[in-house]
């Protein structure tokens, strides 16, 4: 009876010890339940609903200074500018990843094998100064041709001609006194870049253009 008087208080002891060892803290359990829930992205299934803290959600607003933004805003206004232009299909407003590109075709702002502006174009060529101007970044005028030779006393090859309409373009654009001349810069890439491929009268058409570019990646906001 003594030995099973001293196991059985022996055991007591243990019981008592091994309690007080699992005996945990309220404010401390409170206070790092949370973070070990949240640490491994699930809360266990017997933690008690009062002591699960609140997940915290944290907003990333979209960042205004990315070029998505701008670029978005200057296509919305060079399309409102030019919105009676575009419908006759005058002129294009294409957006792409890094630039916004104002486009007509040479047909309609120049004669053929001639670098000089027609009567019909100019208030177009006005109404988009006035745009880019409102606009910022850099502004690239590229003159395109068809892969039709040519050699005049004006103009050696396609390379001449379309230089020339880039810089008549440019020239009128700089006489509106809207855009400065650090602004912009001329390029002249003949039949290099076509569009579609000049097999058809039609699309030796849609190749002779010029292209007036927004450049974004200047832009800030």
Known sequence: MVTYADLMALLLCLFVLLLSFAEVSSDSFKKNAGPIAEAFNAVPSSLPSSLVSTPVITLIPLDESSSELPRRRVTDRLEDALASEIDKSMVQVIEEPRAVIIRFPGRAAFPSGNAELT????????????????????????????????????????WDLSAARAVSVVHHILTQGEITADRITVQGFADSRPLVTNDTPDNRSTNRRVEISVEMDDIEN
């Open 119 to 158: 009567d019909l174009f100019l208030p177009i060529l006005d109404k988009i100064s006035h745009a880019l101007a409102a606009t910022k970044g850099q502004v690239v005028v590229a003159g395109h041709t068809d892969d039709t030779p040519i050699s005049t006393r004006t103009f050696r090859s396609n």
